[in-house]
């Protein structure tokens, strides 16, 4: 008699059935250097996690992580369509931020594309119950030398702390990094052209003093500039404002 599949292999043959060639084609372009790329689109990855998180996500997330740590990510080890369902498990299954954080901590050095980074970090709700908890434990990636740590951090301030009690605060945060890596800076940018869209008179104040290098403050100048919530006349100064001109 076979024995029974894992819970693994049981979404495994559910993402071959949901995959999607000329996605996967479409998705792998956006993510160079990635492999094992199924193509299988986001809100069905969502769809998968939430039947796990009505059983099975804590088994999931065994299997999967103890994949990784013995093979990586890609074609040969956790696939890239597994690690969104990873994260998303950790997002929809946790209740307490004491269970959520032992679940990312162990989740974050296995990120290693911006989009998985990106869906996990916008996909983590529970920050909202647990805010000073959770600024607390995103504080030690911002020492990080590792890129996806870096823009772990950032894009959980863009997407969770986007208001006046956190600004300086994260503002001062964003001023700090100094990274070479193309996502981590990209990241930063990012943020400051979302902090200005709210708050443009202070971002307008800090971007005058700040200690962000040449690449990534016009980046996010750039970024301001394409916003369709920033008027004409602001955009018109802002691109004035570029170093290099």
């Known amino acids: 008699m076979p ?80 690690m969104i369902i990873w994260g998303l498990c950790i997002c929809g299954g946790c209740r307490d931020w004491d269970t959520a954080g032992e679940y990312v901590t162990a989740f974050v050095p296995a990120i290693n594309n911006w989009a998985v980074c990106d869906i996990f970090c916008g996909s983590l709700k529970i920050t909202g119950r647990y805010r000073e908890e959770v600024w607390q434990f995103i504080q030690p990636y911002f020492q990080s030398g590792r890129e996806y740590d870096l823009r772990f951090g950032t894009v959980m301030l863009l997407s969770h702390y986007t208001d006046q009690d956190y600004l300086d605060r994260a503002l001062k945060l964003l001023d700090r990094v100094r990274h070479p890596g193309y996502y981590a800076k990209m990241a930063v940018a990012w943020a400051v052209s979302v902090y200005f869209v709210k708050f443009p008179d202070q971002v307008m104040e800090y971007l005058k003093q700040c200690s962000l290098d040449d690449w990534t403050y016009n980046k996010a100048l750039q970024k301001i500039t394409e916003s369709f919530r ?14 290099g001109r």
């Open 3 to 82: 024995d029974k599949p894992t819970i693994r292999e049981t979404v495994r043959i559910r993402l071959e059935e949901l995959s999607d060639p000329e996605y996967r084609e479409f998705h792998s372009r956006l993510l160079p250097g990635i492999t094992g790329i199924m193509g299988v689109r986001t809100p069905e990855l969502r769809g998968i996690a939430k039947d796990l998180k009505k059983s099975g996500w804590r088994e999931y997330i065994k299997e999967v992580s103890c994949a990784w740590k013995e093979k990586g990510q890609g074609a040969d080890g956790v696939l890239y369509d597994e």
């Open 230 to 243: 920033v008027d004409k006349e602001t955009k018109k100064l802002v691109r004035q404002m570029r170093r």
